[in-house]
């Protein structure tokens, strides 16, 4: 069954940095398209970041612009989230997901999903 983990979540204090890594359980011969959400506690899931199957099309919300990269690593499977600078308002469960379409900002674009990892950004 095909699975997508994501690690890297952890505490970090305000100004600091973590990178997020999304693995799949499998190889493809066309790439996913892949994204980055996050969901903060009460509120709504929200797209972050998403990187198009060729890495084309790269996508950022405003509010991650310029502290956030989104990267692939294609032999190892593997979707980064190198997030800098970070604020207490980064706070949130982030989760990866997939398909093989286009990039986009709606839950329901996307047929996979991991199983999120949290990140705390608190002095």
């Known amino acids: 069954q095909l699975q997508f983990v994501e690690s890297g979540g952890g505490l970090v204090q305000p100004g600091g940095s973590l990178r997020l890594s999304c693995a799949a359980s499998?190889?493809?011969?066309?790439?996913?398209?892949v994204a980055w959400f996050r969901q903060a506690p009460g509120k709504e899931r929200v797209g972050v970041s998403c990187?198009?199957?060729?890495?084309?099309?790269?996508k950022y919300a405003d509010f991650v612009k310029g502290r956030f990269t989104i990267s692939r690593d294609i032999a190892k499977n593997t979707v980064y989230l190198q997030m800098n600078s970070l604020r207490p308002e980064d706070t949130a469960v982030y989760y990866c997901?997939?398909?093989?379409?286009?990039?986009?900002?709606?839950?329901?674009?996307?047929?996979?999903w991991g199983q999120g990892t949290q990140v705390t950004v608190s002095s």
């Open positions: 990187i198009s199957t060729t890495g084309g099309n790269i």
């Open positions: 997901a997939a398909n093989w379409g286009y990039c986009s900002d709606y839950v329901s674009e996307f047929r996979y």
């Open positions: 499998e190889f493809f011969s066309t790439v996913p398209t």
